[in-house]
């Protein structure tokens, strides 16, 4: 079986002519989580509490009630895949829930996830109810048949093109992220990070541009990436660092390299680049790094 044959022929035109009005970004309202869940070990407390463990190891479909809805759904496929013209193929369309995140957050989050910085959580600059603080969470995905579509109208997500280029950018980053060794997340890219907030308050006052100059950081991997050999670190300036500038991050090196070196992994020398003279195909061998307190968009 696939989804081939469960498409009906001919194509309705109703669900082509509905589809033909909606893109990637735009709202559908009224959408509820379902799942596969694992009775034997369940993960959230809802399977926890409607299933019973089985002999085996089967699933169960699970659909969260009606009370539990979210509000919208944002449509994260292709708008090509929605839309499709010639031959139909895609019964389905995914969406990713919205809700309104403003009474999770702790006090000092709101600019930053606004910015994009949350990994997991993308700011809608079109909001669709003035009360709150409403965002995509990019944790789940939906299936939903396209003949939902008919009769509903497209709610606008984001006030401008760039917005919408920026989602489609993070939809791709998210699931074009090659796995890392551990080895790189937790002595490079998080040691980085508690680095950059540790040295902070005294660049600022320094007046430095160490960081506020930098356009984003990206990895250079020799080696398997899950057993590297080594790993350089790449530093895109927006303006030319200073001398000093570019100190801060090779002492960050300096310190680093015997804990790398105690895991097997050499750390090289810290280069400094601009994107404007980096070649395409070199980039594209880079790992770019979320580094939340560059305070800077993340490059997910």
């Known amino acids: 079986m696939n989804l081939q044959s469960l ?24 959408v509820r989580l379902l799942y596969m869940g694992s009775p034997q070990s369940p993960a959230t407390s809802f399977t926890s509490e409607n299933t019973e463990p089985d002999d085996g190891r089967l699933l169960r479909p699970l659909i969260l009630p009606q009370s539990h809805a979210y509000r919208y759904g944002i449509i ?22 919205v809700f309104d995140i403003s009474g999770n957050l702790r006090p000092g989050q709101e600019k930053p996830l606004i910015e994009g910085r949350f990994g997991d959580f993308v700011y809608l600059s079109q909001q669709p109810i003035p009360d709150g603080l409403w965002v995509a969470d990019l944790r789940v995905s939906i299936p939903i048949e396209k003949g939902a579509l008919v009769g509903r109208v497209p709610i606008d997500a984001f006030l401008t093109e760039e917005d919408r280029i920026a989602f489609a950018a993070r939809l791709a980053r998210r699931v074009s992220r090659a796995a890392l060794s551990e080895d790189l997340h937790d002595l490079v890219v998080s040691s980085l990070n508690d680095w950059i907030k540790k040295k902070e308050g005294d660049i600022r006052n320094a007046g430095s541009g160490a960081f506020t100059d930098v356009e984003r950081v990206a990895l250079n991997i020799i080696g398997d990436r899950l057993h590297p050999r080594s790993v350089q670190v790449v530093v895109f300036e927006e303006t030319r660092l200073e001398k000093e500038d570019r100190a801060v991050w090779r002492e960050w090196r300096h310190k680093s390299r015997n804990i790398l070196k105690n895991a097997h992994i050499k750390l090289d020398p810290c280069i400094f680049r601009t994107l404007a003279k980096m070649p395409v195909r070199e980039y594209e061998r880079l790992v770019p790094l979320s580094i939340p307190a560059l305070g800077r968009t993340a490059h997910w």
Not at 81 to 91: C, F, Q, R, S, T
């Open 76 to 97: 994260t496929s292709a708008t090509c895949d929605v839309a499709e013209a010639g031959d139909h193929k895609n019964p389905f369309f995914q969406v990713s829930p």
């Open 7 to 30: 498409l009906i022929d001919p194509w309705p035109r109703e669900i082509s002519a509905a589809a033909e009005k909606f893109h990637q970004g735009h709202l559908v309202e009224d």
